[in-house]
């Protein structure tokens, strides 16, 4: 079984910075793309970062700037520094990674999601 667990969630005042966390553990064999979605109320979620084992990396166009993403693929966790926070980043933020996982001759690999954190930006 694997899990997602995420941490760093918080209410911040605008202008202010919060840094996610998620950490994947369980039989894992490797992890390939792992990133960052977030949903707010009434609306769909929708990607704000990804990276890939290699490190290369993607962002929502209008987060580029204020928001950065890395992985530590020594202990299967990544990250989201997020600076210069607005009202509108105001969200659930969900852990996502395509993880090949399994024991012996079952393997299989497929995408996981954490449990989500609320960030909160207001004043």
């Known amino acids: 079984q694997v899990q997602l667990v995420e941490s760093g969630g918080g209410l911040v005042q605008p202008g202010g910075s919060l840094r996610l966390s998620c950490a994947a553990s369980g039989s894992i064999l490797s992890i390939y793309t792992m990133g960052w979605y977030r949903q707010a109320p009434g609306k769909q979620r929708e990607l704000v970062a990804t990276?890939?084992?290699?490190?290369?990396?993607n962002y929502e166009d209008s987060l580029k700037g204020r928001f950065t993403i890395s992985r530590d693929n020594a202990k299967n966790t990544v990250s989201l520094q997020m600076n210069s926070l607005k009202p509108e980043d105001t969200a659930v933020y969900y852990c996502?990674?395509?993880?090949?996982?399994?024991?012996?001759?079952?393997?299989?690999?497929?995408?996981?999601w954490g449990q989500g954190t609320q960030v909160t930006v207001s004043s």
């Open positions: 996502y990674a395509n993880i090949e996982s399994g024991m012996g001759s079952v393997v299989r690999l497929r995408n996981y």
């Open positions: 990276i890939t084992n290699i490190g290369s990396t």
